[in-house]
Structures are given as structure tokens and as C-alpha cells.
């Protein structure tokens, strides 16, 4: 069983920068990671995913331009990084690993395919 632990959340104002990452016990570095946010009240939303080699990456719309994942397999940490920063985009952030190693990013938007989830960290963007 693959653990996830998030980190590197906090307070932050509109405009600013953070990096997320995500540590994994086990061998999820042969597999699509995903990075997904949620806020009370409503779905579990994806934000980007990445392959299993690194090479291949995907965005949600609200993020594109602004955020960046990226994989360090000799790490075994997945990384998000956040620009821009904006109040909307305060919640809790979590990653998951595919239940597909090979899923394509572009094809890996569903929470519900990803199997494995971290405990998340909170963002929270001020005006």
C-alpha cells in the first residue's frame, strides 16, 4: 500500500508563489500522479496529473499558465508549483496516484481512477 504525504501549504496573498509536494512510500514513481483541491461543500476538483515518466503533464484551465507538477523519481516526490496565486484558489490540496501506471494525463481527470490519496494541505490565498 503506497503512502502519500502532501506538504509545503500555507497562507499565502494573491499574487504570490508556494510548492507543494508529495512524498510516496512504495513504487508510485512508475505511475500517473495527480494533484486535485477541494473546498467545503463541493466536488473534488482536478487540477493537473502527470505520467509516469515525467515526460507528459496536464492542466485544468483554472490552472494553466500558473501551475507546474513535476515528478523527481530518484526522490520519490511529486511537486506542484503554484504562481500567481489567486483567493479562488484556496483549498485543500491533495495528491493521488493512478490506478493505471500507464494512464495518460490528458485521460486522467477522474478522482474517481486515482487510488490512492495523501491527507491533503490547505492553501489559503488572501486578498
Known amino acids: 500500500q503506497v503512502q502519500l504525504v502532501e506538504s509545503g501549504g500555507g497562507l499565502v496573498q494573491a499574487g504570490d508563489s508556494l510548492r507543494l509536494s508529495c512524498a510516496a512510500s512504495?513504487?508510485?514513481?512508475?505511475?500517473?500522479m495527480g494533484w486535485f483541491r477541494q473546498v467545503p461543500g463541493k466536488e473534488r476538483e482536478f487540477i493537473a496529473a502527470?505520467?509516469?515518466?515525467?515526460?507528459?503533464?496536464a492542466y485544468a484551465d483554472s490552472v494553466k499558465g500558473r501551475f507546474t507538477i513535476s515528478k523527481d523519481n530518484d526522490k520519490n516526490t511529486v511537486y506542484l508549483q503554484m504562481n500567481s496565486l489567486k483567493p479562488e484558489d484556496t483549498a485543500i490540496y491533495y495528491c493521488a496516484r493512478h490506478w493505471d501506471r500507464w494512464a495518460a494525463p490528458t485521460s486522467a481527470a477522474a478522482a474517481a481512477a486515482f487510488d490512492s490519496w495523501g491527507q491533503g494541505t490547505q492553501v489559503t490565498v488572501s486578498s
Open positions: 502527470i505520467g509516469w515518466n515525467g515526460r507528459s503533464t
Open positions: 512504495g513504487s508510485s514513481f512508475g505511475y500517473t
